[in-house]
């Protein structure tokens, strides 16, 4: 079963950063796709970035320049590096891992990401 656990969202002013992490186990970590999503109040869950097994990355337009995805597959682990943060951020964020051969992504419960002054 896969299990997904995010930390580090909270409250931080404009201009700030913050670092997400999410520890996966259940899978072979290291051979999918992880990534994350945000959704704010009243809007859908829009994807953010995402990594793949290769390193390779990708990014939505809004972060390209302030967000930096990252994986350490020793710790199962992927990273949300968000800096020079901006009320429009505000959402919670999920992480996800997408397992290619069946279509199937799964997901954690959800981060709490604030940016207000």
């Known amino acids: 079963q896969v299990q997904l656990v995010e930390s580090g969202g909270g409250l931080v002013q404009p201009g700030g950063s913050l670092r997400l992490s999410c520890v996966a186990s259940?899978?072979?970590?290291?051979?999918?796709?992880m990534g994350w999503y945000r959704q704010a109040p009243g809007k859908q869950r829009d994807v953010v970035a995402g990594i793949f097994s290769g390193g390779s990355t990708n990014y939505a337009d809004s972060v390209k320049g302030r967000f930096t995805i990252s994986r350490e597959n020793a710790k199962n682990t992927v990273y949300l590096q968000m800096n020079s943060l901006k009320p429009e951020d505000t959402a919670v964020y999920y992480c996800?891992?997408?397992?290619?051969?069946?279509?199937?992504?799964?997901w954690g419960q959800g981060t709490q990401v604030t940016v207000s002054s």
């Open positions: 996800y891992l997408y397992e290619g051969n069946l279509g199937r992504h799964y």
């Open positions: 259940g899978r072979r970590f290291s051979i999918y796709e």
